[in-house]
């Protein structure tokens, strides 16, 4: 494209397809497809009923893509929207071998004046990128500046792209290098995260919603508006199952043109959840391929993530907070750290204004309706403008009213511009979508097409009869009934001839670029945080009540010699081992109890804000921060109500003139590794109803392995078994400190010499004793680490 482009004036061409030819008139529209009716017509099952058409648009010939699931392609490259001419060859279904038509001149086209060129709208010029270029410009400068400030020389207009985002270097050579200028959201080549790259004439760079290819001396520019068309091909998925392979998905193919509202229904366990995970990249098809905009998802997943919504059945949310304040630290999370808090406010006004959410903007999650709550996640997914929006459930525990009108609102958000998957069991209001996928039993598609004409399909009246005669006849073929069908030939056929890899995830999926810095969603991590528990008055009560009455219970315990060393002619203090157990045994209890739960009632919001690029060790880094602090507090007031009235050593190991500083570290590092366990045990479980048995069950051991109760040291198995109790080695760090080996009577009556080793009364000892503690904290770190990859998307975990 270095010279003047050569467009076709509006007269008649010849169109050569096969061994036809036929003349094309200015004056006409021509459809093109597998319908017989059409005007240029094919057989082949990969070209779409209505395919595309060809017709005359500002003074010259262009073909236009009627939402075809398998593509239209001018001269190899899939199109949208472009004009044709003299020489062009197009092709449908598929740019190799799919049927083709070829346009040869009947009149000579004329040249367009230096004027004209520069006048005439790049959508009139032939594109060679996958659909119509939003804008074409000539390269003139040797670099040219890309990002989201007016002072770049290619300004994008979107707020997932950084101020100074990538530039584009022209090389001596004559080569074009693209370089990421350390950007929040990257900078991408073919779907994959770039730091620099030169530049193919087929690479397709993405940054933000905005794609870009280099065609000679021109850079086209691809807007992505939500105008895009999204498929499935063959996708099958099976897991082992008791030892066989059990098959959840079996060969689901659709397309979908742009804007479309597609409900998937089915009974349970047809395979819809599993589906949905498929069609985000959550977990990718064991086979198949998904294909947004004529991309591979699974290998361009880095790159389209942010233009993939999701909204689970479980809310998104943290209810304890404003509608506003939760758009807020969405907000924070996902745009990129450059970005002014004035833009991030704008765009959450926007999309409350889209949801009609204005006037719940500063009501608490928890007191909203059912529905309104549905409209808050799917607000939260609208901040970075997605193209494709899945539901899962959306509209599950509503009542008919609420129903209908999350329905509506997917119905209105799909006709301003963007295509819609909704898994759902309500059937009342089917009739607000364009498309209906019924899934049948064993993940295999029963049906595919308009909802009114489902029913008249299945031969039945309602769909309670369609649902019972799946459970009564498993056994029939029903998808083999929907291939036979003519809404197969009408809506799926074409999908289904389309070729598909076998294997369609790379063994090695780059890590999607983070929004913001590490220590950015650190920060902003632990304010949400911070801020949920702020509105929490009931766990801000029990969280200062806990430890009081829980430091008040070792108060209970009459001794006068408290944790010093008894007068004479008393020998032993028997009630100091007591004494030191309840102090320890309460801060494992309010330690884990901080925890224990945290990570089972947010895996979902986790699920999908790892998916949008949050770090997994800056999310537990800011439940380490905020939960270490409250474990500590706590065992602070623990130790302040518990050794306040005892007496204690004349001086301490490590701190001479404080011996109850000393102590009370000890407690606190307890109460901080027990936090730690906790985490462990919510990372672990898949239900919450799980932790409360194993909360008791932790501290239950802890009181047994504190050496207190009875003799640790010396028994093969059950010392080593100790030596993983955090409880064990903070008992340890106060019988240091106070001689408990001397105070306590020995285990064995006789032999007093024989002493516990973790209780020796030195220095060493007890900082051997903490650096045990600080161990199992870094291992319980790293388990939690490992625990969290599996209850992320697949795609993200690294390999």
């Known amino acids: 494209m270095g010279g003047n482009p050569s467009v076709p004036i509006a007269d008649e061409l010849v169109l050569k397809t096969g061994d036809r030819s036929q003349t094309l008139s200015p004056s006409q529209c021509y459809r093109v497809g597998r319908d017989p009716a059409s005007d240029i017509a094919f057989t082949d099952a990969r070209v779409s009923w209505h395919?595309?058409?060809?017709?005359?648009?500002?003074?010259?010939?262009?073909?236009?893509d009627a939402g075809s699931t398998n593509g239209t392609f001018a001269d190899g490259y899939r199109v949208q929207h472009c004009g044709v001419g003299p020489g062009t060859s197009l092709r449908f279904g598929d740019s190799q071998d799919g049927p083709w038509a070829a346009l040869s001149r009947v009149s000579r086209p004329r040249r367009l004046s230096r004027a004209e060129e520069l006048s005439y709208r790049p959508a009139d010029l032939v594109s060679h990128g996958f659909r119509q270029p939003t804008t074409v410009r000539r390269l003139s400068a040797s670099t040219l500046t890309i990002g989201r400030n007016p002072e770049n020389d290619l300004v994008i207009n979107d707020l997932i792209v950084s101020r100074r985002h990538a530039e584009l270097r022209a090389m001596d050579d004559g080569r074009h290098q693209i370089v990421d200028l350390d950007s929040h959201n990257g900078t991408y080549v073919n779907g994959q995260p770039v730091t620099a790259r030169f530049l193919h004439p087929d690479d397709v760079v993405g940054i933000g919603r905005s794609t870009f290819r280099l065609v000679g001396d021109r850079l086209e520019e691809f807007v992505d508006s939500g105008a895009v068309s999204f498929s499935a091909r063959h996708l099958a998925v099976s897991v082992q199952h008791k030892g066989r392979m059990r098959t959840l998905l079996d060969d689901v193919s659709f397309g979908l043109p742009e804007k479309s509202l597609l409900a998937v229904i089915g009974p349970s366990g047809c395979g819809k959840s599993t589906l949905l995970r498929a069609l985000t990249g959550y977990r990718p098809a064991d086979h198949g391929e998904v294909s947004y905009d004529g991309r591979n998802?699974?290998?361009?997943?880095?790159?389209?993530?942010?233009?993939?919504?999701?909204?689970?059945?479980?809310?998104?949310?943290?209810?304890?907070?404003?509608?506003?304040?939760?758009?807020?630290?969405?907000?924070?999370?996902?745009?990129?750290g450059d970005t002014e808090p004035a833009e991030r406010d704008h765009r959450i006004d926007e999309v409350l204004g889209e949801l009609r959410l204005h006037k719940r903007a500063d009501h608490r999650i928890t007191a909203l309706s059912g529905g309104q709550r549905k409209r808050v996640s799917i607000a939260l997914e609208l901040l970075t403008r997605p193209s494709l929006l899945f539901l899962d459930e959306p509209t599950s525990g509503l009542d008919p009213g609420m129903d209908r009108e999350v329905m509506q609102t997917l119905r209105s958000l799909a006709d301003e511009g963007r295509t819609i998957v909704v898994v759902t069991h309500s059937v009342a209001e089917l009739t607000v979508c364009d498309q209906l996928l019924v899934m049948a039993p064993g993940g295999v598609v029963a049906y595919f097409g308009p909802p009114d004409e489902a029913l008249a399909f299945f031969g039945r009246r309602s769909w309670a009869d369609v649902f019972q005669a799946f459970e009564e006849r498993p056994g029939d073929d029903w998808a083999g009934r929907y291939r036979a069908s003519p809404q197969y030939a009408m809506y799926s056929a074409d999908v289904e001839a389309a070729a598909t890899p076998p294997a369609p995830v790379p063994e090695e999926q780059p890590q999607p670029v983070k929004p913001q810095s590490w220590g950015s969603q650190v920060w902003t991590l632990i304010r949400r945080y911070v801020?949920?528990?702020?509105?929490?008055?009931?766990?801000?009560?029990?969280?200062?009540?806990?430890p009081a009455i829980l430091g008040g219970v070792s108060v209970l315990v009459p001794a006068e010699s408290g944790l010093a060393a008894p007068q004479p002619p008393e020998r032993f203090n028997q009630d100091s081992g007591t004494i030191l157990l309840i102090l320890a045994i309460s801060a494992c209890f309010s330690g884990c109890a901080n925890s224990v739960r945290e990570l089972i009632k947010e895996r979902v919001i986790y699920e999908r804000e790892r998916a949008t690029g949050l770090s997994r060790s800056a999310y537990l880094v800011s439940k380490i921060a905020v939960l270490g602090m409250i474990s500590t507090l706590q065992a602070l007031i623990i130790c302040f109500i518990g050794f306040s009235p005892r007496k204690l050593p004349a001086e301490g190991l490590i701190i001479k003139?404080?011996?109850?500083?000393?102590?009370?570290?000890?407690?606190?590092?307890?109460?901080?590794?027990?936090?730690?366990?906790?985490?462990?045990i919510s990372a672990l479980v898949r239900t919450a109803e799980k932790t409360m048995p194993l909360l008791v069950m932790f501290c239950v051991v802890q009181v047994v392995f504190t050496g207190i109760l009875f003799q640790i040291f010396g028994k093969p198995v059950v010392e080593q078994l100790a030596w993983l109790m955090p409880a064990r080695w903070a008992v340890g760090m106060e019988a240091a400190t106070t001689g408990l080996s001397r105070l306590m009577p020995p285990f064995n009556g006789e032999d007093p010499t024989a002493l516990d080793p973790l209780w020796q009364q030195t220095a060493a000892q007890w900082w051997t004793n903490a650096m045990m503690l600080m161990l199992i904290?870094?291992?319980?770190?790293?388990?939690?680490?490992r625990l969290l990859r599996q209850h992320e998307p697949e795609v993200m975990r690294r390999r």
């Open 51 to 64: 395919h595309a058409v060809l017709r005359v648009e500002g003074g010259g010939w262009v073909v236009e």
């Open 657 to 680: 003139s404080a011996p109850v500083v000393e102590m009370t570290i000890g407690i606190m590092l307890l109460s901080f590794a027990s936090m730690m366990c906790g985490l462990v």
């Open 531 to 546: 801020a949920v528990i702020a509105s929490d008055r009931g766990f801000i009560s029990l969280m200062v009540l806990l």
């Open 297 to 336: 998802l699974y290998q361009h997943f880095p790159a389209l993530r942010q233009r993939i919504g999701l909204v689970p059945q479980e809310d998104i949310l943290h209810r304890e907070l404003t509608v506003r304040t939760a758009l807020a630290y969405a907000a924070r999370l996902r745009f990129p």
């Open 777 to 785: 904290v870094t291992a319980c770190g790293v388990a939690v680490l």
